[in-house]
Nanobody, 124 residues
Framework: EVQLVESGGGLVQAGGSLRLSCVVSGFTSDDYAIGWFRQVPGKEREGVSC????????YYADSVKGRFTISNDNAKNTVYLQMNSLKPEDTAVYYC?????????????????WGQGTQVTVSS
C-alpha cells in the first residue's frame, strides 16, 4: 500500500522559511513522480512543485520559482520542499502526492495517492 506522510507545516512570518517533508512508502517501482500541491478554501488546487524519482527532473510553478526548492533523499524515502522568502499568499494546506506512472505534467488529476496535508500559514 502506497503511503505518503507530510510534516513540517506551521506558522511563520512573511520572509521566513519552512521545510516540508514527505515520507513515502509502499512503492513497487523506481519510476514515479512526487508532487507538492496546495489548496486554499474556495480556490483550485495548485501544483507547486514536482520531481521525478528516475532522473531528478523538476517543475516549479511560476509563483514559487526562485523561492522554493524540491529535493529527493532516496536513502530516507523522503521528498522535501524548502520554502524560503515566504509570502502571505503562500498560506494553504500543502499536500504531497505520487504519480505512479512516472514523470509527467505536475497536475493533480495525474496523481493517484495523496497524503493528509499540512497547514502552512504565513503572517504579514
Amino acid at each position: 500500500e502506497v503511503q505518503l506522510v507530510e510534516s513540517g507545516g506551521g506558522l511563520v512570518q512573511a520572509g521566513g522559511s519552512l521545510r516540508l517533508s514527505c515520507v513515502v512508502s509502499g512503492f513497487t517501482s523506481d519510476d514515479y513522480a512526487i508532487g507538492w500541491f496546495r489548496q486554499v478554501p474556495g480556490k483550485e488546487r495548485e501544483g507547486v512543485s514536482c520531481i521525478s524519482s528516475s532522473d531528478g527532473s523538476t517543475y516549479y510553478a511560476d509563483s514559487v520559482k526562485g523561492r522554493f526548492t524540491i529535493s529527493n533523499d532516496n536513502a530516507k524515502n523522503t521528498v522535501y520542499l524548502q520554502m524560503n522568502s515566504l509570502k502571505p499568499e503562500d498560506t494553504a494546506v500543502y499536500y504531497c502526492a505520487a504519480d505512479l506512472e512516472g514523470w509527467g505534467p505536475c497536475i493533480g488529476p495525474l496523481y493517484d495517492n495523496w497524503g493528509q496535508g499540512t497547514q502552512v500559514t504565513v503572517s504579514s
